[in-house]
């Protein structure tokens, strides 16, 4: 059943943080789940990346040949989704740094296709290596050029901590950062302290209490988060419900949070920060 966006008053809703892939990590994340979860929740637009292009599993490990696919193939399949619903889907090139790195098709392959890239998509955790690594600046420099944010995952190891992509931040004045989990499975204070630390920096709401997000609009305002989701890695309906069943973290987001802040930052929140940091405007 089609979701009534009115029903959980969101005027648009802009998902920042969407995934294809991820098969060689044990996830299922199909292109159709990602269609019937645009239209069964009525989302307007959403930033897409292709988890395929990991590479290394959960303990760090490099993943076997067999598991791996460049990061140009992976793009292509990403970006052949986005051309058929280009109102509704941008695309953030997922980097493998530490097998491949910028080499000259990939470049090509982003430069050729400006017009629905968005961002540039890293994982610390994924990739075992920092944003501040020397085999990440390449990537860095490449959306300084050409005016794309840079949208990190933080959490999980070292590498993956909040503080490589506030350093970065600060290396790269002129590209917008985002700390997407604000440090998965941490309290989150390292994440909410660096927020107010840089102009260029921003966090997300994927697997975020919504109480962090509540405290980073009342330190800083509304103009620092935004919605991001990780869907559909629990399905077609993780904004509704866990793998278990259980409620979703996000219906506390549409159903809970209007209530708690003003209008004018839920609207900051669920779509008017992301057109404005992925310079990109929604039609209503």
Request: glycine share 6%; aromatic share 8%.
């Amino acid at each position: 059943m089609k979701t009534d966006k009115n029903h959980y008053r969101c005027k648009k809703i802009f998902d920042t943080h969407v995934h294809i892939g991820g098969g060689n990590l044990g996830f299922d994340m199909t292109e159709d789940m990602v269609v019937t979860m645009l239209d069964r929740y009525n989302v307007d637009h959403i930033l897409l990346s292709n988890c395929d292009c990991c590479e290394v599993d959960f303990d760090q490990k490099i993943l076997p040949d067999k598991l791996q696919i460049t990061q140009s193939d992976g793009l292509e399949r990403t970006l052949k989704l986005a051309r058929l619903y280009p109102d509704r889907i941008s695309v953030a090139p997922f980097i493998k740094a530490s097998t491949e790195g910028l080499t000259r098709d990939y470049r090509k392959l982003i430069e050729d296709n400006l017009d629905i890239i968005k961002a540039i998509k890293i994982h610390p955790y994924h990739g075992d290596i920092s944003p501040v690594d020397k085999r990440v600046i390449p990537y860095l420099e490449l959306a300084e050029e050409h005016n794309l944010c840079v949208v990190s995952h933080t959490g999980g190891c070292e590498k993956a901590s909040p503080v490589h992509v506030y350093e970065a931040a600060k290396m790269f004045k002129n590209v917008n950062f985002v700390m997407v989990h604000m440090g998965l499975g941490t309290d989150n204070k390292e994440a909410l302290d660096l927020l107010g630390k840089c102009d260029n920096l921003y966090g997300d709401t994927t697997w975020v209490p919504m109480s962090t997000t509540i405290e980073a609009i009342k330190r800083y305002g509304s103009k620092k988060m935004m919605f991001g989701s990780d869907a559909p890695i629990d399905g077609t309906d993780t904004y509704l419900h866990n793998r278990t069943n259980d409620r979703s973290i996000y219906q506390d987001y549409f159903y809970v949070l209007p209530d708690l802040i003003s209008e004018n930052d839920y609207d900051d929140l669920m779509y008017k920060n992301a057109e404005r940091v992925f310079k990109l405007r929604i039609e209503e």
